[in-house]
């Protein structure tokens, strides 16, 4: 069978045995991971009733990323990375089985979801960055930004079937089978991760005293200040993070108090915006090159904004199901393009500290906007909250448009000089 030109990245990144491992490991992972996502959010909201106590479970899951995120990205540089994030994914399986042990035996309530899932975040705060910092060692160098896309065509791909999943478990069984889903899936990945070799493994720094730690975690912080690339980028993404992206951890809320659709709107809402966020990772997947990345991550925010108003405007839940799907579509668009320039750009010695600043933001500013718009929505409901994001995100395009070329230059060249291979 002949691929059509436009899959030939796709292929080529899947010709490495590491990386095909690695996807189907993740497959199972992520769906995991998308059941107990959604679980968690449906199971605080029915504990509460609570736009406050979503918020607060959503921080508690992401925030601890911003605490630990300057530690675990230098530990990404020193240690490694294939053995450590086996460690990892073993006590994700530890803190799956106690949600679910702690559910199915009627012993759950609200504090004890929120310090479950806080641990939760904690173990997702030291595994972000090695699996951001892992990939390139997955595939050669001219296959990253396909692998990139892949790889957020599997997490999105999980998020419109994982909700289903959910849905069904939680309709027939109840909530805590979703969480024995997921202790299952994080078996199946650390059998996966067992078996891959890292056959274009990068070459570490020499290992270094630990009290050498604070000096290597603010050469990470000065370097990504400093580069006319990495520097705007992360900070248009602390933006659209605070300000976009905590709509979807609000859905919860708008299935049952907006929309009045319960459990099976909630699973509507998201795979609606995981479908819009799969095609988008298909679309960059297939899309290869690096070149033009810069201006089309920067367009995608424009969408972004105007998809958010579409969403919180309206009470009509077909009408929200395709603004859903095209937010999701924008906001992977802006993730990814980011994640693969931040990837192309970076000097691989300064990786994981580097890519934990990006898991620090893209984890823990969500957390932020979803505690600041949930305890919002006590006093003006959710839809406006997700209105003001919105035109705050319109804002950013503004200024990011007149930033664009500069940030072309720095981000959408070849690998940086010095950079150590393996």
């Given at each position: 069978?002949?691929?059509?030109a436009?899959?030939d990245?796709l292929r080529?990144?899947?010709?490495?045995?590491?990386f095909r491992?690695?996807t189907?490991?993740?497959v199972?992972s992520?769906?995991?991971?998308?059941?107990?996502?959604?679980?968690?959010g449906?199971?605080?909201?029915?504990l509460?009733h609570?736009g406050t106590?979503?918020g607060?479970?959503?921080?508690?899951?992401?925030f601890?990323?911003?605490?630990?995120?300057?530690?675990?990205?230098?530990?990404?540089?020193?240690?490694?990375?294939?053995?450590?994030?086996?460690a990892?994914?073993a006590l994700n399986l530890v803190q799956a089985?106690a949600?679910?042990?702690?559910?199915?035996?009627?012993?759950?309530?609200i504090?004890?979801?929120?310090?479950?899932?806080?641990?939760?975040?904690a173990?997702l705060?030291?595994g972000?960055p090695?699996?951001?910092a892992?990939?390139?060692?997955?595939?050669?160098?001219?296959?990253?930004?396909?692998?990139?896309?892949?790889?957020?065509?599997?997490f999105n791909?999980?998020?419109?079937?994982?909700?289903?999943?959910?849905?069904l478990?939680i309709?027939?069984?109840g909530?805590?089978?979703s969480f024995?889903?997921?202790?299952v899936?994080?078996?199946?990945?650390l059998?996966?991760?067992?078996?891959?070799r890292?056959?274009?493994?990068?070459?570490?720094?020499a290992a270094?005293?630990?009290r050498?730690?604070?000096?290597e975690?603010?050469?990470?912080?000065?370097?990504?200040?400093?580069?006319?690339?990495?520097?705007?980028?992360?900070?248009?993404l602390?933006?659209v993070?605070?300000?976009?992206?905590?709509?979807?951890e609000?859905?919860?809320?708008?299935?049952?108090?907006?929309f009045?659709?319960?459990?099976?709107?909630l699973?509507?809402?998201t795979s609606?915006?995981?479908?819009g966020?799969?095609?988008?990772?298909?679309w960059?997947?297939?899309?290869?090159?690096?070149?033009?990345?810069t201006a089309?991550?920067?367009s995608?925010?424009?969408?972004?904004?105007?998809m958010l108003i579409g969403?919180?405007?309206?009470?009509?839940?077909?009408l929200?199901?395709p603004?859903?799907a095209?937010?999701?579509?924008?906001?992977?668009?802006?993730?990814?393009?980011?994640?693969?320039?931040?990837?192309?750009?970076?000097?691989?010695?300064?990786?994981?500290r580097?890519?934990?600043?990006?898991?620090m933001i893209?984890r823990?500013?969500p957390?932020?906007?979803?505690?600041?718009?949930g305890?919002?929505?006590?006093?003006?409901?959710?839809?406006?909250?997700?209105?003001?994001?919105a035109?705050?995100c319109?804002?950013v395009?503004?200024?990011?448009?007149?930033?664009?070329?500069?940030?072309t230059?720095?981000?959408?060249?070849?690998e940086p000089?010095?950079?150590?291979v393996g």
């Amino acid at each position: 069978m002949k691929f059509p030109a436009r899959l030939d990245p796709l292929r080529s990144a899947f010709a490495h045995r590491d990386f095909r491992l690695f996807t189907s490991g993740n497959v199972v992972s992520n769906l995991g991971t998308w059941v107990q996502r959604m679980s968690v959010g449906w199971l605080a909201w029915e504990l509460t009733h609570s736009g406050t106590w979503l918020g607060i479970v959503v921080f508690a899951d992401m925030f601890p990323t911003v605490l630990l995120a300057p530690i675990t990205g230098a530990v990404a540089d020193r240690v490694d990375r294939l053995r450590a994030l086996r460690a990892v994914q073993a006590l994700n399986l530890v803190q799956a089985a106690a949600l679910a042990w702690f559910t199915l035996s009627g012993a759950m309530t609200i504090e004890i979801l929120t310090a479950l899932t806080a641990i939760g975040g904690a173990f997702l705060a030291f595994g972000q960055p090695l699996r951001l910092a892992i990939v390139p060692s997955l595939v050669a160098r001219r296959d990253l930004s396909s692998a990139i896309g892949i790889n957020a065509l599997v997490f999105n791909g999980a998020r419109v079937v994982g909700p289903m999943i959910a849905a069904l478990l939680i309709v027939r069984f109840g909530v805590g089978w979703s969480f024995v889903f997921n202790a299952v899936s994080f078996v199946a990945f650390l059998a996966v991760l067992s078996r891959i070799r890292l056959e274009h493994r990068e070459r570490l720094a020499a290992a270094r005293a630990v009290r050498d730690m604070p000096g290597e975690i603010a050469e990470g912080y000065a370097y990504a200040a400093r580069h006319p690339g990495i520097g705007p980028m992360l900070a248009i993404l602390t933006l659209v993070a605070v300000c976009g992206r905590p709509f979807l951890e609000l859905l919860p809320g708008f299935a049952d108090a907006v929309f009045g659709r319960g459990a099976e709107g909630l699973a509507w809402l998201t795979s609606a915006a995981g479908a819009g966020a799969m095609l988008g990772g298909l679309w960059l997947a297939q899309r290869g090159a690096v070149a033009g990345l810069t201006a089309t991550t920067v367009s995608a925010i424009a969408l972004l904004g105007a998809m958010l108003i579409g969403f919180a405007a309206t009470d009509i839940f077909w009408l929200a199901l395709p603004c859903a799907a095209v937010a999701g579509f924008a906001l992977i668009v802006v993730g990814v393009g980011e994640q693969t320039l931040l990837q192309n750009a970076v000097d691989p010695g300064l990786r994981g500290r580097v890519m934990s600043l990006y898991g620090m933001i893209n984890r823990g500013a969500p957390a932020l906007g979803a505690l600041i718009m949930g305890t919002l929505s006590s006093w003006v409901g959710l839809q406006w909250p997700v209105v003001g994001g919105a035109a705050i995100c319109l804002g950013v395009w503004l200024w990011a448009r007149s930033r664009r070329e500069t940030m072309t230059r720095a981000l959408e060249g070849e690998e940086p000089e010095g950079a150590a291979v393996g």
